[in-house]
């Protein structure tokens, strides 16, 4: 394999017995889990390296060719199974569960599942559900790392779309019901959060109405914790699977308290560096008030309210982080979710008649910048301002669509075909 990446070369050498730590370039590459650790014995110190090598390995398929892919993820597979050991003269050593937890996970990565042959994927996928039926190792412990355990790597690695629609429907459904059950298992579990899996809807749909009813009350009752790291719950609890399932009261109350998020009456307080912990509540629940039924959910002041929302944060009359208004990602991403609201036909009708006019200018505005034009200082030379941020695409979008079309007068619609935008309904 000459053309293929020196590390990744010796990784599957590693793993395939051919080498040994001695024989590869820069040994500190696979020691990266024993540094700063001193006591580490030599067992341990062995399968350090061969989980360093499966990370590598994990992380590198995409980058090596079809062939080397494959020899890549079947080596992975061998040492998923237990049929090779990191410490074979010792199989109760922590080391051995801990490299097969570390193989399992590897599949929950697209590019490496895709890399195994059909037969292998057969193999992989029973393997899986043999360690979910087994249940897991330590009853009682939540691991802190998915690879301390090869039940719980192959429970979420199972879990991936997929993975888990190569199973028949029945076995599905066990899989469901089997993450429901430690997911919810005790408070320790609860606050692992791993219950969030289960919001995904090719998992969700196998489970009985009272589990899913359990899961959308769950991620309510999480959202109104104004607790860090609150983005994943946001998202989840806006989708429409979720929603059909809460009842009417309950569906107003999500969409009212995305309202509050996205204004930022409530906020998350943090560090001034901590800017994600900060902005993704807003930014998160302006993307699920955009989906039409979030908003046909709230009242109509509310609706009203929301449709403001999105222009004040178009027009940048409303910072995302006002503790560091001037970051440039923060900016483009509250612009971002301004005009995407701002192309849904709810969105835009909830607008009174002078904000549809000032909608029309920033979406013209925007239009006009991009996505390409000649440089003022050099005619030959064209300049692509805006196809990294693109705010172009999303107002032309916008301002392709028929109902902002009907706001248009005579003299923006010509400027709209002066710039090539036709009418249309995506």
């Known amino acids: ?12 050498a590693i793993l395939q017995g051919t080498a040994s730590l001695s024989q590869v370039r820069n040994p500190a590459e696979f020691l990266i889990y024993s540094h700063g650790k ?9 399968a350090d390296v061969l989980k360093a090598a499966l990370g590598y390995l994990m992380v590198g398929v995409p980058s090596l060719s079809p062939g080397a892919a494959s020899e890549a993820a079947l080596a992975i597979l061998r040492w998923a199974s237990g049929e090779r050991a990191a410490v074979p003269d010792d199989p109760s050593h922590p080391g051995n569960r801990e490299v097969i937890a570390y193989a399992l996970s590897a599949f929950d990565w697209y590019p490496v599942w895709a890399s195994l042959p059909e037969a292998a994927q057969t193999t992989a996928a029973k393997l899986l559900l043999d360690h979910i039926r087994r249940g897991p190792e330590d009853p009682v412990r939540v691991p802190e790392l998915r690879w301390e355990s090869p039940f719980f790597s192959a429970l979420l690695t199972a879990a991936q779309q997929h993975v888990f629609l190569t199973y028949p429907r029945e076995v599905r459904a066990e899989i469901s019901d089997s993450f429901f059950r430690y997911a919810t298992r005790d408070a320790e579990m609860l606050e692992s959060r791993m219950i969030v899996y289960l919001s995904r809807e090719h998992l969700f749909r196998y489970l009985s109405d009272p589990q899913r009813e359990r899961i959308a009350m769950w991620l309510l009752l999480q959202a109104r914790s104004v607790r860090m790291h609150l983005g994943d719950i946001l998202v989840r609890l806006s ?3 979720i929603f059909r399932v809460l009842s009417e009261d309950e569906r107003r109350a999500a969409a009212d308290l995305l309202v509050r998020y996205a204004a930022q009456e409530i906020r998350i307080e943090s560090s001034r560096s901590m800017v994600r912990v900060r902005i993704e509540p807003a930014a998160f629940s302006l993307a ?33 982080d006002p503790v560091r208004p001037e970051r440039d990602q923060t900016r483009e991403t509250a612009i971002k979710r301004g ?4 192309r849904r036909e709810w969105i835009f009708n909830a607008l009174s008649a002078e904000q549809k006019q000032a909608a029309i200018r920033i979406l013209l505005h925007h239009a006009e910048r991009g996505p390409v034009h000649q440089s003022a200082d050099d005619a030959t030379r064209f300049v692509y301002d ?14 392709a669509r028929p109902f902002v079309r009907a ?13 090539g935008i036709r009418p249309s309904l995506s």
């Open 1 to 12: 394999m000459p053309q293929e990446p020196s590390h990744l070369v010796e990784a599957l």
């Open 38 to 46: 001193p006591d580490r014995t030599p067992e341990r110190k062995q």
């Open 239 to 241: 989708c429409r699977h």
């Open 288 to 320: 699920g008030l955009a989906k039409g039924h979030v908003f046909r959910s709230l009242s109509l002041p509310n609706q009203s309210r929301v449709a403001s929302l999105m222009l004040s944060y178009a027009t940048e009359r409303l910072p995302l």
């Open 339 to 342: 005009l995407e609201g701002l």
């Open 386 to 399: 805006d196809t990294r941020i693109g705010f172009s695409g999303r107002a032309r979008r916008a301002l």
């Open 407 to 419: 706001a248009l007068s005579p003299e923006d619609l010509a400027r709209l075909g002066a710039l």
